[in-house]
């Protein structure tokens, strides 16, 4: 019975802390490389808290950040591209690489952002030097997927740490 009353009593705490607005004690981010070699590309997704999202870009950009508001699209996605692009560098085969901003959506708590590299033949090693939200906050996690066909490579990158890279 007394355990039963600890977690009731847990389960309120949580349901007023969420319904108060306290922010999430997790910062994390995914981001996953995917080879795709009929079409020679890397297409890039990252997913991120909205809510941290758009504080770090209210923050650096100084100006009023709503990413689920249709109105604000345009500006979004260049706060989006501005950020996403100087927080995350892709290096294929040893050589730096151009990503290509496609867009963001959001789903549900987060938002999903989309990136591309074109003409890139074959895949030795892909190195991945993610700082997203570091300039936020100092225990950010980053989980890093990269595919090539069936095979994965997976890390967790955390703060201060920035550079992962895959062999195949």
């Known amino acids: 019975m007394r355990k039963l009353k ?8 949580a349901f007023f802390s969420v319904k108060a ?3 999430h004690p997790l910062h994390v981010s995914t981001t996953e490389v995917n080879f795709n070699a009929k079409d020679k590309t890397l297409e890039i997704s990252c997913k991120i ?4 999202f ?3 870009l209210a923050k650096l950009y100084k100006q009023k950040t709503d990413l689920s508001n249709p109105n604000m699209k345009g500006t979004m996605d260049e706060l989006v591209k501005k950020y996403l692009l100087s927080h995350l560098q892709l290096k294929a085969n ?9 867009g963001f959506e959001i789903d549900h708590e987060a938002t ?3 990136l591309e590299v074109e003409k890139v033949a074959a895949i030795k090693s892909v190195e991945v030097n993610d700082s997203i939200l570091y300039d936020m906050f100092d225990d950010q996690m980053s989980i890093v997927h ?18 992962f890279t895959a062999n195949f």
Do not use: H, Q, W
């Open 146 to 163: 990269v595919v090539k066909g069936s095979n994965r490579k997976s890390t967790k990158i955390l703060y201060p740490e920035k550079k």
């Open 112 to 114: 999903n952002i989309y």
């Open 6 to 13: 600890y977690t009731l009593l847990f389960l309120c705490c």
């Open 21 to 23: 607005g306290i922010k």
């Open 54 to 56: 758009e504080a770090i």
């Open 94 to 102: 040893g050589k730096a690489v151009a990503m290509n901003y496609i």
């Open 49 to 52: 808290f909205s809510d941290d």
